[in-house]
Each structure stands twice: as C-alpha cells, then as structure tokens.
C-alpha cells in the first residue's frame, strides 16, 4: 500500500501548468513539522517535499493561505528520470 497522509504548510506555489492529456498540474513544496515519539523517546521531525496536485484537486489546492496546515492525502512516486520522491496529492482536509 502506497498512501501517505500529512499535515504541512505550502512553501512554494508554482503558476498552474497542464499534463500532456490536459490536466491542470500544480507543482508544490510542502513543510511539515512535528513531534512523533518513537524507541520511547519524543522526537521533532521537520522535513520538506515536494509535490504536485492533478485534476480537480488544484482549485483547491491553489485556494490555500501559505499560513494555513491542511491535511493533505495522496502517494508517493518517483519524480522524472528517478531523481527523488514527489508526494502527488489527491485529498485535502482542514
């Protein structure tokens, strides 16, 4: 199973672009910051990535405040010629 679930903050926007099958595309660079415990321990886990929103999804998506920490669901995929990850976002929750 592919599905990642994250709260995070917009910390880029790129202008909407279109797929080759017409789509709108939103490119995005997501921060997320939190506190985890793991090994009984609590953790601060910070991290940025980078992601895109196809289809429906980008109207809201592009309505977002940079201030706002929505929830965003989706998967994870390769980026082109396998250079890192990108989360492609198919849900958004407050």
Request: no cysteine.
């Amino acid at each position: 199973m592919n599905r990642l679930v994250l709260q995070a903050q917009i910390l880029e926007r790129a202008a909407i672009r279109y797929t080759p099958a017409g789509l709108p595309a939103l490119d995005l660079m997501l921060r997320h910051e939190s506190f985890v415990d793991e090994a009984g321990t609590r953790r601060k886990v910070s991290l940025e990535i980078k992601a895109v929103a196809i289809g429906d999804i980008v109207k809201r998506v592009q309505g977002l405040g940079l201030t706002e920490s929505p929830v965003f669901t989706g998967f994870l995929s390769a980026q082109k010629q396998g250079r890192g990850t990108v989360f492609h976002i198919t849900g958004l929750s407050d």
